[in-house]
């Protein structure tokens, strides 16, 4: 099979629904207006653990508007929320929304208010008032780690692993072990979690939702309301981010959907941005330890990695952050042990670059730590630690530049400018500092199906039920298409995000680069070949489509092709990789960091897209620095409850926060993982960007901090950075 050629151009196209976006005639989940639209508004618990004893909404149904209340007292059953007949209830499960009394977190919806209006069903909702039996509650991680218990094995991914010697770190010649905490981060994508519900019949219902996966979506409806997935149609035509928040459907649109059953219209509910703390995910709470042991000369010995994460009462979260340790590098014996701890909050869920983001900050502090007891650079330690091939598994890899990703990043930032002793160099009165970190995440193929269409005036449409959640997939997706088909990207139109679409995978784990472009590759081969068939042998390998159609009186011509991964993935280890360097001034006095200059380096084969790529670069590199020095979920533990839930007291980065950020490319195709060449990014530009940013604090502070985020007051002591 032929392959795609390597870019030409050093930009790229611009996005195809760049315009649609910034004139506003993009329509996002809760902009549809539907004949007899009604509002809902969600009720939470105001206490953290316990039992609701009663609900007064007398008040709210008296309340101007308001057509109806649903609490657990008077909801209609949701099939699948109960157990098949002879069998128990589940221990542990997703939110069963108005399932039972139970309280176990706070903000836990209780009642759903509907109305005309938006503004009366959220007036009616703060007449609702409820009485409960409360309970002694847990939210705090670090009081109950010996608590943690061994999750299931996910995703092929297993809590314990040991490779050579346990704890061979602890023989070591040059040996360090140190603690690592990162605290809850919250995902806050621009776009409010929002779902329009509509019954077209008694057994069939349609769903305007943000998703990254709109058959997924569907599939889990169909579950939860025992019905066919062909009797549910999903929508979700455009996402305004997501990163992990939008990969299951959450308690608010099994709500919706029950609304909308009640009162016999379509239901519109949309979360709260207060919600958006508690109802959808978040990164989970997450203490590791590192035991990590060299030669003299920086050959590692051992790494022993032990984490424990936060997850729900109700259900069971892993994201495997020691994962990451058992393969960035080469290291003859390592042991990872991983446990969770369940606590009355919402259920985690996974966050760009989820466990690898995470564990990455424990594994590539611990290396810079031990660069320095070491008094070996950085970046000469990780080299001398090289992998040629998959230490877990002993394959070799589909593609890996990680070095040649290392030199252009280390060149472009001016890494021989460092110094390395900590605190050496001053800027106007700032101390200055170099941090690097490396990054990692598995690089999937999955299945894909394309439906590619020629039409009579020479458009070419794609359609896929893929989802788009900001990172240009459409714009991807038309590149691939126009070069494979040798016609303008204007002559090009991808239909994405509607359920009833040919099967695509969720938009999460950097794979839709991957899998959905290899199978519009594919499709468009066999689209040629189809023209090719109806003029004969010897035809040109672009011809006249529109002549081809005209003489053969057709008004179209169509495939529809599956594409999936072949045994290569049992031949080759497939990872994406990432180098970030940071440079940052911190005031003396004050404790203040502001970053100076960042490079980040991908290595993940063809750059498809490269405006869009870059994009991708910057984002991950702003939610790195955000993760390092801003971000926090904060609890009042004496009430279970989050007390920064907003935008005024949750700190993300803003412009000022932010340098000019270069996004670089190795940009060699991967021969092996499909036939683009092309493997993911979203996950790497943030993998070890906190890491980069907190080796970076050091070596201008000679202070090591090991809690995120990196605020002044951890780095001033007696008004003196130390």
Not at 78 to 93: A, L, N, T
Not at 362 to 378: C, F, G, R, T, W
Request: with cysteine; aromatic share 8%.
């Amino acid at each position: 099979m032929n392959k795609l050629n390597h870019p030409k151009s050093s930009t790229g196209p611009s996005r195809v629904d760049g315009r649609l976006k910034v004139t506003g005639a993009a329509k996002y989940s809760a902009e549809y207006e539907l004949a007899g639209l009604v509002y809902g508004v969600l009720v939470g618990s105001t206490i953290t653990k316990g039992v609701i004893k009663s609900i007064d909404t007398q008040k709210a149904l008296r309340a101007p508007g308001v057509l109806a209340v649903i609490t657990h007292f008077n909801t209609p059953v949701v099939p699948g929320y109960v157990p098949e007949k002879g069998k128990p209830e589940p221990e542990k499960s997703p939110l069963r929304v108005f399932y039972d009394d139970k309280i176990v977190f706070n903000g836990q919806p209780i009642a759903l208010v509907i109305a005309e209006t938006f503004e009366r069903a959220q007036f009616a909702g703060s007449l609702v008032k409820a009485e409960y039996t409360e309970d002694k509650h847990i939210t705090r991680l670090t009081d109950h780690l010996d608590n943690g218990f061994t999750p299931g094995e996910m995703f092929g991914m297993t809590p314990e692993y040991s490779r050579g010697t346990v704890a061979a770190w602890n023989t070591a010649p040059v040996k360090l072990e140190q603690e690592y905490i990162i605290p809850s981060e919250v995902h806050n994508p621009m776009e409010l979690h929002a779902c329009i519900a509509r019954w077209d019949a008694e057994n069939k219902f349609t769903v305007w939702t943000k998703t990254q996966g709109v058959k997924e979506t569907q599939n889990e409806l169909a579950a939860f309301f025992k019905l066919p997935p062909e009797n549910i149609q999903v929508n979700s035509k455009f996402v305004g981010g997501a990163f992990g928040s939008a990969l299951q459907v959450w308690s608010h649109e099994v709500a919706a959907v029950i609304g909308a059953k009640v009162v016999k219209r379509p239901v519109k509910l949309v979360l709260s941005r207060q919600d958006m703390f508690t109802s959808v995910g978040y990164r989970p709470h997450t203490w590791q330890k590192i035991g990590i042991g060299a030669t003299a000369d920086g050959k590692l010995v051992g790494i022993t990695h032990n984490a424990v994460g936060q997850t729900s009462a109700y259900e069971d979260f892993a994201e495997f952050p020691t994962g990451v340790s058992r393969y960035l590098y080469a290291c003859p014996n390592v042991d990872t042990h991983y446990k969770i701890v369940s606590l009355n909050v919402g259920s985690p869920i996974w966050m760009r670059g989820p466990g690898e983001a995470t564990g990455t900050f424990a594994l590539e502090s611990a290396i810079d730590e031990l660069s320095y007891q070491l008094n070996i650079d950085p970046i000469e330690l990780r080299m001398k630690n090289y992998a040629e091939t998959d230490p877990q598994s002993n394959k070799p890899y589909s593609s890996k530049f990680l070095n040649e990703a290392y030199k252009m990043g280390a060149d472009h930032i001016g890494w021989s400018d460092r110094s390395p002793k900590p605190g050496a160099v001053t800027k106007d009165g700032w101390l200055v500092g170099y941090g690097v970190s490396g990054g990692v995440f598995g690089a999937d193929r999955e299945p894909a199906t394309v439906k590619a269409t020629m039409m009579a005036d020479g458009m070419l449409v794609l359609q896929t039920a893929v989802s788009d959640i900001g990172p240009g997939t459409g714009t991807a997706m038309v590149a691939i298409a126009a070069e494979t088909m040798g016609i303008p990207a204007e002559k090009v139109r991808f239909d994405l995000g509607d359920s009833s679409y040919p099967n695509a995978p969720q938009q999460g784990g950097s794979t839709i680069a991957s899998s959905v472009g290899s199978a519009v590759y594919m499709a468009c081969t066999d689209l040629k070949e189809k023209f090719q068939q109806l003029i004969g042998n010897g035809g040109k390998d672009h011809p006249d489509y529109v002549k081809v159609l005209k003489e053969h009186k057709l008004d179209k011509l169509e495939v529809v092709t599956d594409s999936k991964a072949g045994s290569e993935v049992d031949k080759y280890q497939m990872y994406s990789w990432s180098v970030h360097f940071v440079v940052v001034h911190v005031h003396p006095a004050t404790g203040v960091v502001k970053v100076d200059k960042v490079a980040c380096v991908a290595d993940s084969g063809r750059i498809i897209s490269p405006k869009t790529a870059r994009s991708q670069v910057i984002g991950g590199a702003v939610m790195g620095i955000g993760m390092a020095l801003t971000e926090e979920a904060v609890y009042d533990h004496r009430y279970g409850r989050l007390v920064n839930s907003n935008f005024g007291d949750y700190h993300v980065p803003v412009n000022a926060d932010i340098p000019q950020i270069e996004a670089l490319f190795v940009n060699k195709p991967d021969p092996i993982i499909n036939p683009i060449g092309a493997k993911g990014m979203g996950e790497i530009s943030l993998i070890g960007m906190a890491a980069a940013v907190a080796n970076a604090v050091y070596n201008a502070t000679g202070k090591r901090i090991r809690t995120l985020p990196i605020t002044p007051d951890k780095l001033v002591e007696w008004g003196v950075v130390s």
